[in-house]
């Protein structure tokens, strides 16, 4: 039941402060709109008569979406008003609803078409958005969307929309949810994995608000299109959802759990997903940088050539808070010799499998959590245990740990409390056989790390190993969807994270299996974090947890080696389970082309019966193509829309209680 909402912080009074929503799963058939429309209208009516407030259908809802030129969708198009919205429009003004649906809209002005989504309210059209991340099939007829990124004040709070493949680009909703939006509709016609997507959930988790998904299912022109259609909570979990056929999914949105943009376990603050972003540092993320052939972009003024790459072994190990509590009861020289022994029993039971790169858990040094015989720690004494314990760097404890790396002939990735003469940093160290290679000051702090660090100030590094480009973050860097997305865009390959993390739980799903080839099964690890992370960035994410409970301080393990392209294509990846000490390793690829070699010379070549004949000798230079690895051509980085994505840059302020964000002095809103 509806509720008056007395207080937002928005300072806009809502009609509701909880009501019903609908998503609308619906197969249209080409071509055939006024059948589509009457079937959605019958569907809205009873959606709108069970008190659903907002209603959401899918994307191209009213036309099909398979549509090979403009010309043959041409008479399909209608502009925004226009006949389709007024009669949607009249359901909504006769059951006091909103409606959102997707339609292909053409602009009167310019007889240009667009791929858009359309909201409706009582009082008619509340607003449109023009989806700018194309799918492969848009540019058949429609241009990329022109309007930019909205939100609408309703009644029901702040909406945003966006259509599809937008989810595939984390920027589009954290422009949502930096304009204040407690809900995203999300008409869709995906296609690619199963849903609901991870992708959607991502998006939900990591701004903290509702996303209404309606998506289509069944096959058009040879595509198949997954339904999945769902409410997704705003800590990712999915509230309900229809795997396939004709239907309507409701759920429920409280206003209060979107405004809150809070990351809890139970009733624990772990952080902000608004509040706690660094907008100083993500310059990078408004750069178009592989707008251009990745090879010779990055080795532009014969500075930043990418390395070589190989087919490597990257390494995780992950640790009970247990044996780093004992680690923290020793003193310096005790511990590095504590972590010596751990990693040479590993290595020797792993054998004759050796990690090029070994990523080490989060403050390694001096250890998670100090040694008491009985009762929890104070914050105040947490913060002492890693003041009193933090190292120089250099210093003798690092001399000690690239003895480590030298004896195992390994990169050693460790996180350490670091001292330096301005104050304390939570650090993550790159170590070689030969030295210190590079380290990395955390620079987005959890609400424990504020309690002792300062803000890292180092930006976000990258170094360039015999295994590829190598960037470094800590595990709650790698909730922030920007950190990756900055170390992409410098071409990284392997992002190294020592994580200490309690959170977040991966979320167990059965999901729809668009080909029919076998029933949907329940995975258990159907949404992670981390592996979406790799996904959208195409990059190589290996992270390094502990797990366990001790003197107040829990870490939930589930660390793992995540691959550039998995959510799409399945790669390989590994994880570790959630009590369980060892060392995963997995080989990872970070060659230009999969199954051939690195060369920047013209190749030539005569396969078979090309021998001779008249287009003659093959040839081409790999510092003009794309490379033919996912990690080193980064698809999803050269088909993003930056143009569109300032708001993730802009200072403003952010409140520390509610995560919303506020415009800075002088920025009007």
Not at 100 to 126: K, Q, R, W
Not at 262 to 272: D, F, L, N
Not at 431 to 449: A, C, M, N, T, W
């Amino acid at each position: 039941m509806s509720t008056l909402f007395s207080q937002q912080p928005q300072h806009t009074i809502y009609q509701y402060t909880t009501y019903r929503v609908a998503a609308i799963q619906y197969e249209p058939t080409l071509g055939e709109k006024e059948k589509n429309i009457r079937d959605l209208l019958s569907l809205v009516e009873e959606a709108a008569t069970q008190d659903a407030r907002l209603i959401v259908l899918p994307a191209l809802a009213t036309t099909g979406a398979g549509w090979v030129s403009s010309d043959e969708i041409a008479p399909y198009v209608e502009p925004i008003p226009g006949p389709t919205t007024e009669r949607f429009h009249l359901l909504a003004q006769r059951y006091n609803c909103f409606i959102a649906f997707g339609m292909p809209e053409v602009d009167p002005t310019t007889a240009i078409y667009y791929n858009s989504v359309v909201l409706l309210g009582p009082t008619g059209v509340i607003g449109s958005y023009r989806k700018i991340h194309a799918d492969i099939g848009d540019p058949r007829w429609a241009r990329d969307g022109d309007k930019g990124i909205a939100v609408w004040d309703t009644p029901l709070g702040r909406i945003g929309g966006l259509v599809c493949t937008d989810m595939k680009y984390f920027e589009a909703a954290r422009s949502v949810a930096l304009q204040g939006a407690d809900v995203l509709v999300l008409p869709s016609n995906w296609a690619e994995d199963s849903a609901p997507s991870s992708w959607w959930m991502s998006r939900a988790f990591e701004n903290g608000m509702y996303v209404v998904a309606a998506n289509r299912y069944g096959r058009e022109r040879g595509v198949g299109y997954q339904g999945g259609s769902c409410v997704i909570d705003p800590t990712g979990e999915v509230q309900a959802s229809q795997l396939t056929g004709d239907g309507i999914v409701y759920g429920q949105i409280d206003l209060q759990a979107s405004q809150a943009k809070t990351w809890r376990k139970q009733q624990e603050i772990i952080g902000y997903p608004l509040a706690d972003r660094v907008p100083a540092e993500y310059r990078l993320v408004v750069q178009n940088s592989y707008l251009w052939e990745p090879l010779r972009y990055h080795g532009l003024y014969e500075l930043g050539e990418l390395p070589a790459g190989q087919l490597s072994c990257a390494g995780i190990v992950q640790w009970a808070l247990r044996e780093g509590m004992e680690q923290a009861n020793q003193d310096a020289s005790g511990r590095v010799q504590a972590i010596r022994n751990n990693l040479r029993t590993l290595v020797h039971d792993n054998a004759p499998a050796v990690p090029d790169v070994l990523v080490l858990p989060e403050l390694v040094l001096p250890g998670p959590v100090p040694l008491r015989v009985q009762g929890q720690h104070t914050a105040e004494e947490l913060a002492e245990h890693y003041r009193a314990g933090a190292i120089r760097v250099p210093g003798p404890e690092t001399d000690a740990l690239v003895a480590i790396a030298n004896e195992l002939q390994v990169s050693l990735v460790v996180g350490v409390a670091e001292r330096a003469d301005e104050g304390f940093y939570n650090t993550v160290l790159l170590l070689d056989p030969e030295g210190v290679y590079g380290f990395y000051r955390k620079i987005h702090l959890s609400q424990r790390d504020r309690l002792w660090a300062l803000p890292g100030n180092l930006g976000f590094p990258t170094f360039d190993t015999p295994a590829g480009r190598i960037g470094l973050a800590t595990g709650y860097d790698v909730l922030f969807p920007e950190t990756l997305r900055i170390l992409a865009n410098k071409g990284t390959d392997l992002v190294c994270a020592p994580a200490l993390l309690d959170f977040p739980e991966p979320i167990g799903l059965t999901a729809s299996n668009v080909d029919g080839s076998t029933a949907p099964a329940y995975d258990p690890f159907y949404f992670m974090i981390w592996r979406t992370r790799a996904a959208e960035h195409n990059v190589y994410l290996a992270l390094a947890n502990w797990f366990g409970a001790e003197q107040g301080l829990q870490a939930n393990g589930l660390g793992g080696i995540f691959s550039p392209a998995a959510v799409s294509y399945g790669l390989s990846e590994v994880i570790a389970d959630e009590d369980e000490s060892g060392l995963l390793m997995m080989t990872i690829d970070t060659r230009e082309q999969r199954t051939g070699r690195r060369t920047t010379h013209m190749l030539g070549y005569s396969p078979g019966d090309m021998a001779g004949s008249l287009t003659g000798e093959l040839a081409y230079n790999v510092m003009d193509s794309i490379p033919g690895n996912a990690v080193r051509a980064k698809p999803l980085l050269r088909k993003r829309q930056p143009y569109w994505y300032m708001d993730i840059v802009r200072n403003k302020r952010q409140s520390s209680q509610s995560g919303q964000c506020l415009p800075a002095t002088g920025e009007s809103e």
